[in-house]
């Protein structure tokens, strides 16, 4: 198992940034596919990006695409997201998770991933 902490979530202004990032300990994180997920409220928790082990493959959710950036760092053993262009509906709290193992195939559902962390509030005002 392998604990993640999230970070970086704040409130800004439509069309700011905000890069978060996934701090994972217990295991090294070069041994999992990690995902980004967000949840509004009222809402089901949503795909929004993944990366392979390696970091050579990434795979975004359609409403994000062009403006978010999957990446890592597994010397500091960290994912990041960063989130350009943010407009009002991405509005949610963002969730890190990870699945052991190389294999990205279904890495754009929550049932995919074992380990997720307690997520960081985004809040985009327009």
């Known amino acids: 198992q392998v604990q993640l902490v999230e970070s970086g979530g704040g409130l800004v202004q439509a069309g700011d940034s905000l890069r978060l990032s996934c701090a994972a300990s217990?295991?090294?994180?070069?041994?999992?596919?990690m995902g980004w997920f967000r949840q509004a409220p009222g809402k089901e928790r949503e795909f929004v990006a993944a990366?392979?082990?390696?970091?050579?493959?990434?795979y975004y959710a359609d409403s994000v695409k062009g403006r978010f950036t999957i990446s890592r760092d597994n010397a500091k053993n960290t994912v990041y997201l960063k989130m350009n262009s943010l407009k009002p509906e991405d509005t949610a709290v963002y969730y890190c998770?990870?699945?052991?193992?190389?294999?990205?195939?279904?890495?754009?559902?929550?049932?995919?991933?074992?380990?997720w962390g307690q997520g960081t509030q985004v809040t985009v005002s327009s």
């Open positions: 990366i392979s082990w390696s970091g050579d493959n990434a």
């Open positions: 998770a990870a699945k052991r193992g190389m294999s990205a195939g279904y890495a754009y559902t929550t049932a995919f991933y074992d380990d």
């Open positions: 217990g295991r090294p994180l070069s041994l999992y596919v």
